[in-house]
Protein backbone atom coordinates (compact mmCIF):
# COMPACT_ATOMS: atom_id res chain seq x y z
CA UNK A 1 0.00 0.00 0.00
CA UNK A 2 1.39 3.24 -1.06
CA UNK A 3 2.75 6.18 1.71
CA UNK A 4 0.51 8.64 -0.31
CA UNK A 5 -3.00 6.64 0.07
CA UNK A 6 -2.17 6.50 4.04
CA UNK A 7 -1.80 10.28 3.95
CA UNK A 8 -4.80 10.84 1.93
CA UNK A 9 -6.77 9.00 3.99
CA UNK A 10 -5.52 11.00 7.19
CA UNK A 11 -6.31 14.31 5.64
CA UNK A 12 -10.18 13.02 4.17
CA UNK A 13 -11.19 11.70 7.39
CA UNK A 14 -9.57 14.49 9.35
CA UNK A 15 -9.44 11.99 12.30
CA UNK A 16 -5.88 13.48 12.66
CA UNK A 17 -4.31 15.63 14.12
CA UNK A 18 -0.51 16.78 14.64
CA UNK A 19 1.20 15.40 17.69
CA UNK A 20 1.40 18.04 19.66
CA UNK A 21 1.72 19.72 23.38
CA UNK A 22 -0.03 22.43 25.48
CA UNK A 23 2.97 24.83 25.21
CA UNK A 24 3.17 23.85 21.29
CA UNK A 25 0.03 24.89 20.15
CA UNK A 26 -1.34 21.31 19.71
CA UNK A 27 -3.97 20.26 18.29
CA UNK A 28 -5.14 17.63 21.03
CA UNK A 29 -4.68 18.42 24.72
CA UNK A 30 -6.84 17.40 26.79
CA UNK A 31 -10.01 18.57 27.56
CA UNK A 32 -9.27 18.43 31.40
CA UNK A 33 -6.83 20.74 30.65
CA UNK A 34 -8.69 23.01 28.38
CA UNK A 35 -11.60 23.34 31.29
CA UNK A 36 -9.15 24.49 33.35
CA UNK A 37 -7.51 26.94 30.22
CA UNK A 38 -11.03 28.77 30.27
CA UNK A 39 -11.47 28.38 33.77
CA UNK A 40 -8.27 30.74 34.60
CA UNK A 41 -9.80 33.60 32.46
CA UNK A 42 -11.83 34.54 34.66
CA UNK A 43 -12.16 35.96 38.38
CA UNK A 44 -9.91 34.09 40.90
CA UNK A 45 -12.59 34.48 44.12
CA UNK A 46 -15.12 31.76 44.31
CA UNK A 47 -14.21 29.94 41.12
CA UNK A 48 -14.14 26.58 40.94
CA UNK A 49 -13.03 24.46 37.54
CA UNK A 50 -15.87 23.09 35.69
CA UNK A 51 -15.70 19.37 36.07
CA UNK A 52 -13.58 18.24 32.87
CA UNK A 53 -15.55 16.88 30.18
CA UNK A 54 -15.59 12.62 30.12
CA UNK A 55 -13.03 11.98 26.86
CA UNK A 56 -13.65 8.88 24.63
CA UNK A 57 -12.14 5.76 26.15
CA UNK A 58 -8.89 4.66 24.37
CA UNK A 59 -10.44 1.02 25.60
CA UNK A 60 -12.00 -0.15 28.89
CA UNK A 61 -9.69 -0.30 32.00
CA UNK A 62 -10.05 0.65 35.51
CA UNK A 63 -10.46 3.96 36.96
CA UNK A 64 -7.68 6.75 37.56
CA UNK A 65 -6.40 6.48 40.89
CA UNK A 66 -7.64 9.47 42.73
CA UNK A 67 -4.22 11.37 44.44
CA UNK A 68 -4.28 12.20 48.05
CA UNK A 69 -6.86 15.04 49.26
CA UNK A 70 -5.25 18.17 48.98
CA UNK A 71 -7.26 20.68 50.79
CA UNK A 72 -4.96 23.72 49.45
CA UNK A 73 -6.52 22.95 46.58
CA UNK A 74 -9.50 24.95 46.95
CA UNK A 75 -8.42 27.89 49.26
CA UNK A 76 -6.46 31.18 47.75
CA UNK A 77 -3.10 32.01 50.24
CA UNK A 78 -2.72 35.58 49.30
CA UNK A 79 1.05 35.56 49.36
CA UNK A 80 1.15 40.22 49.32
CA UNK A 81 -0.46 42.44 50.75
CA UNK A 82 -2.50 44.94 48.80
CA UNK A 83 -0.69 47.50 50.28
CA UNK A 84 2.44 45.81 49.21
CA UNK A 85 1.07 45.41 45.96
CA UNK A 86 -0.05 48.97 45.64
CA UNK A 87 3.41 50.61 47.13
CA UNK A 88 5.59 48.56 44.97
CA UNK A 89 3.41 49.66 41.49
CA UNK A 90 3.86 53.45 42.95
CA UNK A 91 7.75 53.39 43.97
CA UNK A 92 9.19 50.68 41.86
CA UNK A 93 7.46 49.24 38.83
CA UNK A 94 8.04 52.12 35.91
CA UNK A 95 11.98 51.61 37.34
CA UNK A 96 11.36 47.91 37.21
CA UNK A 97 9.99 47.98 33.53
CA UNK A 98 12.40 50.23 32.17
CA UNK A 99 15.27 47.93 33.47
CA UNK A 100 13.65 44.67 32.14
CA UNK A 101 12.75 46.43 28.84
CA UNK A 102 16.92 47.69 28.32
CA UNK A 103 18.26 44.23 28.96
CA UNK A 104 21.48 45.40 31.13
CA UNK A 105 22.15 44.77 35.24
CA UNK A 106 24.61 47.06 36.08
CA UNK A 107 24.94 46.01 39.82
CA UNK A 108 23.07 44.49 42.86
CA UNK A 109 20.57 47.29 42.69
CA UNK A 110 19.54 45.93 39.45
CA UNK A 111 19.78 42.32 40.21
CA UNK A 112 17.36 43.16 43.53
CA UNK A 113 14.84 44.89 41.65
CA UNK A 114 14.41 42.31 38.99
CA UNK A 115 13.34 39.91 41.66
CA UNK A 116 11.46 42.31 43.27
CA UNK A 117 9.58 42.69 39.72
CA UNK A 118 9.43 38.96 39.18
CA UNK A 119 7.78 38.31 43.16
CA UNK A 120 5.50 41.23 42.74
CA UNK A 121 4.17 39.50 39.36
CA UNK A 122 3.78 36.32 40.39
CA UNK A 123 2.34 36.77 43.29
CA UNK A 124 -0.36 39.28 42.28
CA UNK A 125 -1.55 35.96 41.40
CA UNK A 126 -2.68 34.71 44.66
CA UNK A 127 -4.48 38.01 45.27
CA UNK A 128 -8.68 37.67 44.98
CA UNK A 129 -9.21 41.30 44.13
CA UNK A 130 -7.63 43.16 41.53
CA UNK A 131 -4.98 45.16 44.19
CA UNK A 132 -4.82 48.49 41.86
CA UNK A 133 -8.96 48.08 41.09
CA UNK A 134 -10.74 46.63 44.03
CA UNK A 135 -13.90 46.40 42.36
CA UNK A 136 -12.40 43.90 40.29
CA UNK A 137 -11.17 40.05 40.70
CA UNK A 138 -7.81 39.14 39.39
CA UNK A 139 -7.52 37.77 35.93
CA UNK A 140 -5.47 34.89 36.09
CA UNK A 141 -4.68 35.05 32.41
CA UNK A 142 -4.29 38.20 31.91
CA UNK A 143 -1.55 37.89 34.51
CA UNK A 144 0.58 35.35 32.92
CA UNK A 145 0.03 37.07 29.41
CA UNK A 146 1.27 40.36 30.85
CA UNK A 147 4.77 38.42 32.27
CA UNK A 148 5.10 36.71 28.65
CA UNK A 149 5.22 39.70 26.88
CA UNK A 150 7.28 41.44 29.34
CA UNK A 151 10.23 38.60 28.75
CA UNK A 152 9.62 39.11 24.41
CA UNK A 153 10.18 42.99 25.00
CA UNK A 154 13.06 42.82 27.61
CA UNK A 155 16.57 43.49 25.76
CA UNK A 156 14.30 43.67 22.28
CA UNK A 157 16.41 47.08 20.96
CA UNK A 158 19.46 46.90 22.95
CA UNK A 159 20.04 43.17 22.09
CA UNK A 160 21.19 42.71 25.70
CA UNK A 161 19.98 39.37 27.52
CA UNK A 162 21.06 39.98 31.31
CA UNK A 163 17.84 41.25 32.36
CA UNK A 164 15.72 38.68 30.64
CA UNK A 165 18.24 35.93 31.91
CA UNK A 166 18.32 36.96 35.78
CA UNK A 167 14.40 37.40 35.46
CA UNK A 168 13.91 34.15 33.94
CA UNK A 169 15.82 32.80 36.75
CA UNK A 170 13.76 34.50 39.74
CA UNK A 171 10.39 33.56 37.87
CA UNK A 172 11.64 30.03 38.09
CA UNK A 173 12.45 30.16 41.69
CA UNK A 174 9.46 31.98 42.71
CA UNK A 175 6.89 30.18 40.90
CA UNK A 176 7.11 27.24 43.64
CA UNK A 177 5.85 29.41 46.03
CA UNK A 178 2.49 29.33 44.29
CA UNK A 179 2.54 25.07 44.16
CA UNK A 180 0.28 24.83 47.19
CA UNK A 181 -1.92 27.75 46.28
CA UNK A 182 -5.49 27.32 44.69
CA UNK A 183 -5.65 25.12 41.96
CA UNK A 184 -5.88 28.15 39.65
CA UNK A 185 -3.46 29.85 40.75
CA UNK A 186 -0.80 26.30 40.65
CA UNK A 187 -2.09 25.83 36.91
CA UNK A 188 -1.15 29.04 35.91
CA UNK A 189 2.32 29.29 37.62
CA UNK A 190 2.67 25.18 35.78
CA UNK A 191 1.23 26.72 32.20
CA UNK A 192 4.15 29.81 32.94
CA UNK A 193 6.76 27.55 33.48
CA UNK A 194 6.59 25.42 30.59
CA UNK A 195 6.15 28.75 28.24
CA UNK A 196 9.29 30.38 28.99
CA UNK A 197 11.64 31.49 26.54
CA UNK A 198 14.91 32.18 26.86
CA UNK A 199 14.94 33.55 22.92
CA UNK A 200 12.43 34.32 20.85
CA UNK A 201 12.32 33.44 16.99
CA UNK A 202 13.67 35.31 14.92
CA UNK A 203 13.63 34.26 10.74
CA UNK A 204 15.81 37.35 9.53
CA UNK A 205 18.84 36.55 12.69
CA UNK A 206 18.32 33.14 11.65
CA UNK A 207 17.47 32.57 15.74
CA UNK A 208 15.46 30.24 17.05
CA UNK A 209 12.98 29.97 19.60
CA UNK A 210 14.67 28.76 23.02
CA UNK A 211 12.91 27.02 25.36
CA UNK A 212 13.80 28.26 28.83
CA UNK A 213 16.33 25.15 30.01
CA UNK A 214 16.66 25.56 33.68
CA UNK A 215 12.50 25.53 34.17
CA UNK A 216 12.62 22.25 34.34
CA UNK A 217 13.34 22.00 37.68
CA UNK A 218 10.36 22.79 39.14
CA UNK A 219 8.60 21.28 36.33
CA UNK A 220 10.32 17.90 37.34
CA UNK A 221 8.94 18.41 40.65
CA UNK A 222 5.32 18.80 39.87
CA UNK A 223 5.23 15.28 37.89
CA UNK A 224 6.79 13.70 41.27
CA UNK A 225 4.66 15.22 44.02
CA UNK A 226 2.27 12.10 45.32
CA UNK A 227 -0.24 15.17 46.10
CA UNK A 228 -0.31 17.97 43.01
CA UNK A 229 -3.82 17.34 40.19
CA UNK A 230 -3.21 15.61 37.86
CA UNK A 231 -4.09 18.81 35.42
CA UNK A 232 -0.63 20.18 36.26
CA UNK A 233 0.88 17.27 35.91
CA UNK A 234 -0.08 17.00 32.39
CA UNK A 235 1.01 20.80 31.65
CA UNK A 236 4.18 19.63 33.39
CA UNK A 237 5.17 16.64 31.54
CA UNK A 238 4.63 18.53 28.33
CA UNK A 239 6.30 21.35 29.26
CA UNK A 240 9.71 19.23 30.43
CA UNK A 241 8.86 17.68 26.71
CA UNK A 242 9.17 21.33 25.08
CA UNK A 243 12.51 21.72 26.82
CA UNK A 244 13.78 18.61 24.88
CA UNK A 245 12.52 20.14 22.14
CA UNK A 246 12.99 23.59 21.93
CA UNK A 247 15.55 24.04 25.17
CA UNK A 248 19.58 23.64 24.84
CA UNK A 249 19.71 21.16 27.81
CA UNK A 250 22.96 19.21 28.09
CA UNK A 251 23.16 15.59 27.57
CA UNK A 252 23.37 15.01 31.45
CA UNK A 253 20.73 17.37 32.12
CA UNK A 254 18.61 15.37 29.87
CA UNK A 255 19.63 12.40 31.15
CA UNK A 256 18.58 13.79 35.05
CA UNK A 257 15.21 14.75 33.38
CA UNK A 258 14.14 11.35 31.88
CA UNK A 259 15.42 9.51 35.43
CA UNK A 260 12.87 11.75 36.87
CA UNK A 261 10.31 10.77 34.37
CA UNK A 262 10.79 7.23 33.89
CA UNK A 263 9.85 6.25 37.45
CA UNK A 264 6.97 8.44 37.38
CA UNK A 265 5.60 6.49 34.05
CA UNK A 266 6.29 3.25 35.34
CA UNK A 267 3.87 4.02 38.35
CA UNK A 268 1.38 5.65 36.48
CA UNK A 269 -1.21 2.72 35.25
CA UNK A 270 -3.61 3.95 37.33
CA UNK A 271 -3.36 7.02 36.44
CA UNK A 272 -5.32 9.31 33.66
CA UNK A 273 -4.12 7.88 30.05
CA UNK A 274 -3.55 11.40 29.34
CA UNK A 275 -0.96 11.77 31.51
CA UNK A 276 0.71 8.84 30.17
CA UNK A 277 0.63 9.63 26.61
CA UNK A 278 2.19 13.13 28.41
CA UNK A 279 4.85 11.15 30.07
CA UNK A 280 5.97 9.09 27.03
CA UNK A 281 5.69 12.29 24.18
CA UNK A 282 8.15 14.28 27.12
CA UNK A 283 10.42 10.79 26.83
CA UNK A 284 10.57 10.78 23.41
CA UNK A 285 11.43 14.43 22.90
CA UNK A 286 14.63 14.44 25.22
CA UNK A 287 16.38 13.22 22.06
CA UNK A 288 18.48 10.45 23.89
CA UNK A 289 18.31 6.65 24.34
CA UNK A 290 20.76 6.35 27.35
CA UNK A 291 21.62 6.92 30.67
CA UNK A 292 25.20 7.51 31.37
CA UNK A 293 26.25 4.31 32.19
CA UNK A 294 25.10 3.72 28.45
CA UNK A 295 22.28 1.26 29.36
CA UNK A 296 19.30 2.09 27.03
CA UNK A 297 16.90 3.01 29.24
CA UNK A 298 14.58 5.46 27.55
CA UNK A 299 14.06 2.81 24.70
CA UNK A 300 13.67 -0.05 27.72
CA UNK A 301 11.26 1.81 29.14
CA UNK A 302 9.17 2.56 26.21
CA UNK A 303 9.38 -0.66 24.62
CA UNK A 304 7.89 -1.95 28.97
CA UNK A 305 4.94 1.25 28.10
CA UNK A 306 4.38 -0.49 24.42
CA UNK A 307 4.13 -4.33 25.86
CA UNK A 308 1.94 -3.32 29.04
CA UNK A 309 -1.46 -5.07 28.69
CA UNK A 310 -3.00 -3.31 31.72
CA UNK A 311 -2.28 0.47 29.61
CA UNK A 312 -4.81 2.00 26.84
CA UNK A 313 -4.00 1.16 23.03
CA UNK A 314 -3.80 5.31 22.69
CA UNK A 315 -0.59 4.88 25.57
CA UNK A 316 1.18 2.02 24.16
CA UNK A 317 0.96 2.96 20.06
CA UNK A 318 2.02 6.32 21.73
CA UNK A 319 5.02 4.63 23.11
CA UNK A 320 5.73 3.37 19.85
CA UNK A 321 5.20 6.64 18.13
CA UNK A 322 7.94 8.10 20.51
CA UNK A 323 10.31 4.91 20.40
CA UNK A 324 10.67 6.15 16.00
CA UNK A 325 11.49 10.25 17.39
CA UNK A 326 14.83 8.49 19.18
CA UNK A 327 18.26 9.03 18.20
CA UNK A 328 18.69 5.35 18.16
CA UNK A 329 21.80 3.84 16.55
CA UNK A 330 23.63 0.93 14.58
CA UNK A 331 23.87 -0.71 18.19
CA UNK A 332 20.49 -0.89 18.97
CA UNK A 333 18.67 -3.59 18.76
CA UNK A 334 16.14 -2.86 16.04
CA UNK A 335 14.94 -6.56 15.53
CA UNK A 336 13.54 -5.89 19.13
CA UNK A 337 12.14 -2.66 18.40
CA UNK A 338 10.57 -3.84 15.02
CA UNK A 339 9.18 -7.34 16.61
CA UNK A 340 7.63 -5.12 19.74
CA UNK A 341 5.75 -2.93 17.11
CA UNK A 342 4.76 -5.65 14.35
CA UNK A 343 3.29 -7.40 17.75
CA UNK A 344 1.80 -4.63 19.34
CA UNK A 345 0.00 -3.84 15.90
CA UNK A 346 -1.39 -7.43 15.73
CA UNK A 347 -2.92 -7.36 18.97
CA UNK A 348 -4.51 -4.03 17.98
CA UNK A 349 -6.16 -5.22 14.95
CA UNK A 350 -7.47 -8.40 17.22
CA UNK A 351 -9.35 -5.83 19.48
CA UNK A 352 -9.99 -3.96 16.22
CA UNK A 353 -11.86 -6.56 14.64
CA UNK A 354 -13.79 -7.20 17.95
CA UNK A 355 -14.97 -3.33 17.92
CA UNK A 356 -13.93 -1.60 14.72
CA UNK A 357 -16.08 1.35 15.74
CA UNK A 358 -14.65 2.92 18.30
CA UNK A 359 -13.55 6.24 17.33
CA UNK A 360 -9.81 6.22 19.10
CA UNK A 361 -8.57 3.39 16.29
CA UNK A 362 -7.12 5.98 13.82
CA UNK A 363 -5.27 7.48 15.85
CA UNK A 364 -3.46 4.32 17.23
CA UNK A 365 -2.89 2.49 13.80
CA UNK A 366 -1.44 6.61 12.85
CA UNK A 367 1.06 5.94 16.27
CA UNK A 368 2.14 3.07 14.41
CA UNK A 369 2.69 4.48 11.39
CA UNK A 370 4.65 7.59 12.42
CA UNK A 371 7.09 4.94 13.96
CA UNK A 372 8.25 4.04 10.46
CA UNK A 373 7.45 7.17 8.56
CA UNK A 374 7.49 11.34 9.76
CA UNK A 375 4.55 13.21 8.67
CA UNK A 376 6.35 15.43 7.05
CA UNK A 377 8.90 14.78 4.93
CA UNK A 378 11.62 17.30 6.63
CA UNK A 379 11.52 15.69 9.61
CA UNK A 380 13.71 13.23 11.69
CA UNK A 381 10.76 11.43 12.69
CA UNK A 382 10.80 7.00 12.00
CA UNK A 383 12.57 4.56 12.28
CA UNK A 384 13.33 4.27 8.34
CA UNK A 385 15.23 7.88 9.14
CA UNK A 386 17.41 6.36 11.66
CA UNK A 387 20.31 4.64 11.35
CA UNK A 388 19.40 1.43 11.57
CA UNK A 389 19.30 -1.93 9.66
CA UNK A 390 17.14 -0.66 6.63
CA UNK A 391 16.03 -3.93 5.67
CA UNK A 392 14.89 -5.03 8.70
CA UNK A 393 12.92 -1.80 9.45
CA UNK A 394 11.33 -2.44 5.73
CA UNK A 395 10.57 -5.91 6.50
CA UNK A 396 8.43 -5.12 9.52
CA UNK A 397 6.73 -1.90 7.88
CA UNK A 398 5.43 -4.43 5.55
CA UNK A 399 3.86 -6.20 7.83
CA UNK A 400 2.08 -2.76 9.20
CA UNK A 401 1.01 -0.78 6.33
CA UNK A 402 -2.12 -3.30 5.27
CA UNK A 403 -3.81 -2.95 8.41
CA UNK A 404 -3.08 0.88 8.84
CA UNK A 405 -3.85 1.71 5.64
CA UNK A 406 -6.79 -0.33 5.95
CA UNK A 407 -8.29 1.29 9.05
CA UNK A 408 -7.01 4.81 7.76
CA UNK A 409 -9.43 5.23 5.27
CA UNK A 410 -12.39 7.67 5.46
CA UNK A 411 -15.43 6.70 6.93
CA UNK A 412 -16.18 3.81 8.15
CA UNK A 413 -13.42 1.00 7.94
CA UNK A 414 -13.81 -2.37 7.41
CA UNK A 415 -12.29 -5.68 9.96
CA UNK A 416 -9.12 -6.48 8.81
CA UNK A 417 -9.24 -9.76 6.75
CA UNK A 418 -7.79 -13.34 8.32
CA UNK A 419 -5.06 -13.35 5.30
CA UNK A 420 -3.75 -9.82 6.90
CA UNK A 421 -3.61 -11.14 10.20
CA UNK A 422 -2.18 -14.81 8.91
CA UNK A 423 0.54 -13.33 7.39
CA UNK A 424 1.33 -11.22 10.78
CA UNK A 425 1.02 -14.47 13.15
CA UNK A 426 3.65 -16.26 10.22
CA UNK A 427 6.33 -12.95 10.67
CA UNK A 428 5.88 -12.81 14.35
CA UNK A 429 6.94 -16.64 14.75
CA UNK A 430 9.67 -16.80 11.92
CA UNK A 431 10.80 -13.46 13.58
CA UNK A 432 10.89 -14.16 17.28
CA UNK A 433 14.02 -12.81 18.44
CA UNK A 434 16.30 -14.74 20.38
CA UNK A 435 17.54 -12.21 23.19
CA UNK A 436 15.43 -9.34 24.30
CA UNK A 437 17.50 -6.90 24.70
CA UNK A 438 18.03 -3.49 23.27
CA UNK A 439 21.72 -3.25 22.92
CA UNK A 440 24.66 -5.36 23.14
CA UNK A 441 26.30 -6.09 26.87
CA UNK A 442 23.05 -5.22 28.71
CA UNK A 443 21.43 -8.02 30.84
CA UNK A 444 18.40 -10.13 29.28
CA UNK A 445 15.30 -9.81 31.82
CA UNK A 446 14.10 -13.02 32.94
CA UNK A 447 10.45 -12.18 31.32
CA UNK A 448 11.64 -13.52 27.26
CA UNK A 449 7.86 -12.92 26.22
CA UNK A 450 8.56 -8.99 27.22
CA UNK A 451 7.52 -8.12 23.77
CA UNK A 452 4.68 -10.11 23.73
CA UNK A 453 3.19 -7.95 25.87
CA UNK A 454 2.44 -10.98 28.46
Given at each position: ????????????????????????????????????????????????????????????????????????????????????????????????????????????????????????????????????????????????????????????????????????????????????????????????????????????????????????????????????????????????????????????????????????????????????????????SLNITDNLAR????????????????????????????????????????????????????????????????????????????????????????????????????????????????????????????????????????????????????????????????
Open positions: MKELSVRQSICSSQVISRVGTLIARPAGFSLLVVGLLFSSNSSLLGQQPAPPAKPVADQPNANPAAPPKDDALDKIKELMTIEEAVNFRKTKLRKFDDLLRSGKISGNADKKLIAEGARYELYLMTMKQNPHKPAEKTDLKKLRLNILRDIQFSGRVSGNSQARELYLAELTKRAEDLFNNHRLVRFNAVVLLSQLDLKDEDRRKKVKRTAYTLAYAPLVKIISSKTQPVELKIIAANGLGRIGRMGDPTNALRIKIVEAIIPELEQSQKEHSWYQRSLVDALGRPIVVNALLKTMSDPKRTWGVRSAAAYNLGKLPLKANSDIKLITYSIVDLTRKMVAAYNQNNNARFWKRCFWNVYLAFKPEFANQNNGLFKKQVNQTVVNDAYKQIIKPVATILQPGPAPKIPAETTKSMDNWLKKNLPKNFRVAPGQVKPPNQKVAEGN
